[in-house]
């Protein structure tokens, strides 16, 4: 069984963007909205982690249980990971008190005090967590960095981006309200 033609289309497009992109690294990012937010029926849980931060401390899904999880996996060798990081503190800081989180998960090889360190200078001062064999990086079906999933209070999966967003976007923050708001 091949890939579908018109998965083929996009995927072949959404590499061309990243391409084109980690040629970019301060090019505006396109702020297309998240879509419509799917029925809680059709999303699929989202898969269960634990990893551990730069502090040993280990981060599990149910621990965001009840808020809203922007969770955004990057490396440091990134480009478009890099300009996304100051974006997500941003948006973290603007919708916190709703019930928002923003988590990073960093697939480096370096250890996770280095890679907490490098993120901090980055401008983000949300928990990194450090996946160096990219096992939970491959039960959320990741293929390029970044990729974001957005997890809904119950630990389902609501959208999946692959590639840098523009987090500041009304329709993003819009997205993210009506979420917040349910």
Known sequence: ???????????VAAVLALAWLAGRPDAPLPPPPLGPLPAPAARPPA?????????????????????????NFWATWCRPCRHELPALQS???????????????????????????????????????HDPSEEVARRFATAAWPTTFVIDREGRQVYGIVGAWDWAAPETLAALRTLLDR
């Open 91 to 129: 948006l973290r800081d603007t919708l916190v008190d709703e019930g928002l989180e923003v988590v990073g998960v960093s697939v480096d090889a370096s250890d996770p005090e280095s890679v907490a360190r490098f993120a901090r200078d980055q401008g983000a001062r949300f928990p990194i967590l």
């Open 47 to 71: 898969p269960d982690f634990s990893l551990p931060a730069a502090d040993g401390e280990r981060t599990t899904l149910a621990d965001f249980r009840g808020r809203v999880l922007i969770l």
């Open 1 to 11: 069984m091949g890939i579908p033609r018109r998965g083929l289309v996009l995927l």
